[in-house]
């Protein structure tokens, strides 16, 4: 990994911890943050770092497979699909992660909402040159 590399991926990483949080926060009947093992903090942490490795990896594929080149709209939904689906996946392991949900349906809400704020954070640092 490179320090560009690095640089995105600890952005993603503090983006995930804090949409993580603040879904807990917002909607505690939903999003549970902490367990016996975790505090709502480092399990913020932890399942913002799954999380983003969920998506590094779901970018490494999708550049694999091709499917960069299919445009804008077919990548979001992709995107928002496979971190629903690191979401779900995370979630069924909450005594390693300390992040729980209460419906499936929660974890897609998320996941789209991850790849929306993704998008918006990399457009802000592409107009500030930081990437």
């Given at each position: 990994?490179?320090?560009?590399?690095?640089?995105?991926?600890?952005?993603?990483?503090?983006?995930?911890?804090?949409?993580?949080?603040?879904?807990?926060?917002?909607?505690?009947?939903?999003?549970?943050?902490?367990?016996?093992?975790?505090?709502?903090?480092?399990?913020?942490?932890?399942?913002?770092?799954?999380?983003?490795?969920?998506?590094?990896?779901?970018?490494?594929f999708a550049k694999g497979a091709g499917l960069t080149k299919r445009g804008r709209y077919p990548m979001?939904?992709?995107?928002?699909?496979?971190?629903?689906?690191?979401?779900?996946?995370?979630?069924?392991?909450?005594?390693?992660?300390?992040?729980?949900?209460?419906?499936?349906?929660?974890?897609?809400?998320?996941?789209?909402?991850?790849?929306?704020?993704?998008?918006?954070?990399?457009?802000?640092?592409?107009?500030?040159?930081?990437l």
């Amino acid at each position: 990994m490179d320090s560009k590399q690095l640089k995105k991926f600890f952005i993603y990483w503090v983006v995930n911890s804090v949409l993580m949080y603040l879904a807990n926060y917002l909607m505690p009947s939903y999003y549970e943050l902490g367990n016996m093992n975790f505090t709502p903090m480092s399990a913020g942490l932890v399942a913002g770092f799954a999380l983003t490795v969920v998506g590094f990896v779901a970018k490494t594929f999708a550049k694999g497979a091709g499917l960069t080149k299919r445009g804008r709209y077919p990548m979001f939904l992709y995107y928002g699909f496979a971190n629903s689906a690191g979401i779900w996946v995370i979630a069924r392991v909450a005594d390693l992660t300390g992040f729980g949900i209460s419906r499936f349906y929660w974890a897609i809400l998320l996941g789209f909402l991850a790849s929306l704020t993704h998008w918006l954070v990399r457009q802000g640092l592409k107009k500030s040159k930081l990437l």
